[in-house]
């Protein structure tokens, strides 16, 4: 019972500070050099990269932890 309740309180922070970090995410200006044109969109770099395969390989991994303890 005391590990449903410690996975549930984790779960709680982590929503929580996600969405914080999400709404102060969305805030940022545009790109004042285009004007905020659409059709000319700011190209990704290699931190982008590296923050979405970092994301996807935690995934993974727990996603593999938690097959294995069932």
């Known amino acids: 019972m005391k590990?449903?309740?410690d996975n549930l309180f984790?779960?709680?922070?982590?929503?929580?500070?996600?969405?914080?970090?999400?709404?102060s995410a969305l805030a940022q200006p545009g790109n004042p050099q285009t004007g905020g044109d659409i059709d000319n969109p700011v190209p990704l770099t290699g931190?982008?990269?590296l923050a979405v395969s970092g994301g996807i390989l935690g995934a993974y991994k727990l996603l593999r932890k938690r097959i294995s303890k069932d």
Do not use: D, M, Q, R
């Open 3 to 5: 590990v449903k309740k």
């Open 10 to 23: 984790l779960t709680i922070c982590f929503s929580l500070t996600l969405s914080v970090f999400a709404g």
């Open 47 to 49: 931190l982008e990269y």
